[in-house]
């Protein structure tokens, strides 16, 4: 048989491992009732294959598009690669979604079946697609599933003998199809073929250096490309272990028992993370401490084990820019955090910063085999060896998406420095001009103000304005804090400098006339956030932009709601 590094998908490694080191664990899971249940390699392989052979049985057309919903758990895994097994495609639902946006994506991919995974209705969207779910529809419920009436996974698999006859996949096969959390108008259906995971690993073995030693933490949503290609496709491909977190409550308690070695976060995360221990340990005593050679050593240490990253050799932080100081204060403390870039459409493998030629202010250079430029209207074009097969169903839009010579618009407006270092400076169509005829671009402005430990979520806007002004939501921090005492002068202070500040890094046309704190949350489920919390501007401005010249009028830098 070919070595692990020679297998052309995903299912190819995972039979390989499946044969060479049967009783390793692979996948660790921790359940609501406090038991952690530990799945080897031939455990995964073969509850995968039992649920092949139940696909098998339904006599769907080959390539049939087959559902997972469900928040992360090593059953949403061993469903996936059951798909695989059984000739068939799978379409990841994010737990979050609206029930409109569900239902769409069902729709819209032809599913011919969903397996329902770990939901509760809790910091999910369940309530709100229970009734969407179409009738004709079937489900198979995995454990931790929220319905108790459905065929379930255990039963399932206790009745119906392995698979032995595995549909192995060629490289140019789809794989799967990943809705796009739509920051504007419907998701779109990205097209993935099996050996594009498969490059994806390998592009990245020069920078992470990953092995079966590894260890890994499955939280974000693996109906997210990034956790998708480095959690799933990375633990595959080498064989390393991954271990799942059971709630937001357990989260401290499921990191330590990962330690993992790659860990991978968002920028919400990292401050979290920074807040927290600078409220323990406040950073003026941080630079006396790590002032003392011996006991700097020590402290950092502490600091690392505390978090659960004391075994942590690469920590990766994508989706927004994370402020460079928080960068500086991490790799102070010996994590070596670096900044990814990548999109949907190319399996999030594109640009990212290279150990020993960081730059402040800049992602990074380009994973081996990518080609990037940038067009004439500022726009960066990147060409990725994992690129799109295309958007389902939809031709016109993948012609669009995609110029004469291969390669993807991505929306972002880039620049690159002398040695290849990439800078994003914000989306292209989200320029927006003031009543004086001068163009803002809002992404860095939010990134600025969005720092803030106050600031849970912010859009920039204003067009035929004077000048722009910024909508913010508070962080659950700030809001706490303005109930208690000093309450609402205290938080408007905190704003007020935070303006003040950010206004003396802007271009005079540029600078905000006012923040607006925002009454009603922005969640999912109202539509004002992605999936992937990310803002949805056209409704955010449909939602306040009429307000616009009454707040201008009041005269105030901290506007209420």
Not at 73 to 84: E, K, T, V
Not at 106 to 134: T, Y
Not at 356 to 361: A, H, S, T
Request: aromatic share 8%; hydrophobic share 40%.
């Amino acid at each position: 048989m070919k070595t692990q590094r020679q297998q052309p998908t995903l299912l190819h490694s995972l039979l390989y491992w499946e044969a060479h080191r049967t009783r390793e664990v692979y996948l660790t899971q921790p359940f609501p009732d406090g038991r952690v249940v530990d799945y080897t390699w031939v455990e995964v392989a073969g509850q995968a294959r039992r649920m092949a052979a139940h696909l098998r049985s339904l006599g769907l057309p080959p390539g049939s598009r087959i559902a997972i919903l469900g928040k992360n758990s090593a059953h949403w895994i061993m469903a996936d690669l059951a798909i695989w097994m059984a000739g068939h495609v799978s379409v990841p639902l994010y737990p979050a979604l609206n029930g409109e946006t569900a239902a769409y994506v069902l729709g819209h991919s032809g599913a011919s079946l969903l397996f329902l995974g770990k939901m509760d209705g809790k910091g999910d969207g369940w309530n709100d697609i229970a009734p969407v779910l179409p009738p004709s529809l079937p489900l198979i419920a995995l454990p931790m599933a929220p319905r108790d009436d459905l065929p379930r996974w255990d039963d399932i698999i206790a009745r119906t003998q392995p698979l032995q006859d595995v549909s192995l996949p060629q490289p140019g096969d789809l794989a799967t199809i990943l809705y796009t959390s739509g920051s504007t108008g419907r998701p779109k259906g990205v097209m993935h073929a099996h050996g594009s995971f498969v490059r994806a690993a390998q592009g990245l073995s020069d920078l992470l250096g990953s092995s079966s030693a590894d260890r890994m933490l499955s939280y974000l949503p693996l109906a997210h490309v990034a956790e998708r290609a480095a959690v799933q496709g990375g633990s595959l491909y080498y064989g390393y272990r991954v271990f799942f977190a059971d709630r937001l409550e357990t989260f401290p308690d499921d990191l330590r028992r990962a330690r993992p070695t790659i860990f991978f976060s968002v920028p919400r995360l990292w401050t979290k993370f920074y807040l927290g221990v600078n409220q323990k340990l406040p950073l003026a005593k941080q630079k006396k401490l790590f002032a003392i050679p011996l006991l700097s050593r020590l402290v950092k240490k502490k600091i690392l084990t505390q978090l659960g990253l004391q075994d942590t050799r690469i920590a990766i932080t994508g989706s927004a820019p994370l402020p460079p100081e928080l960068l500086a204060w991490y790799r102070k403390l010996g994590l070596e955090l670096l900044e990814f870039y990548g999109m949907t459409e190319n399996l999030a493998y594109s640009h990212g910063g290279h150990p020993g030629r960081l730059r402040e202010g800049w992602i990074g250079h380009g994973y081996r085999g990518v080609e990037a430029r940038i067009d004439g209207n500022g726009e960066l074009l990147v060409k990725s060896p994992c690129q799109m097969l295309g958007y389902y169903q939809a031709p016109e839009a993948t012609a669009e998406a995609t110029t004469a010579d291969g390669f993807f618009r991505t929306g972002d407006r880039g620049a690159f420095d002398d040695d290849g270092r990439l800078r994003i400076t914000g989306r292209v169509k989200e320029l927006f001009k003031t009543s004086k005829g001068k163009y803002v671009a809002p992404a860095p402005i939010e990134n600025r103000l969005g720092s803030h430990p106050a600031v849970e979520s912010v859009c920039v806007t204003g067009p035929s304005q004077p000048q722009p002004f910024a909508l913010l939501m508070l962080s659950p921090e700030a809001q706490q804090a303005r109930a208690g005492q000093g309450g609402e002068p205290a938080v408007a202070q905190a704003l007020e400098n935070l303006l003040r500040q950010v206004n003396g890094e802007l271009e005079d046309h540029e600078k905000l006339d006012y923040l607006v704190v925002v009454k009603e949350p922005w969640t999912v489920e109202n539509g004002f956030l992605t999936p992937t919390l990310k803002i949805k501007r056209n409704v955010i401005e449909e939602r306040y932009l009429p307000e616009a010249d009454r707040w201008a009028g009041l005269g105030r830098k901290i506007v209420w709601h």
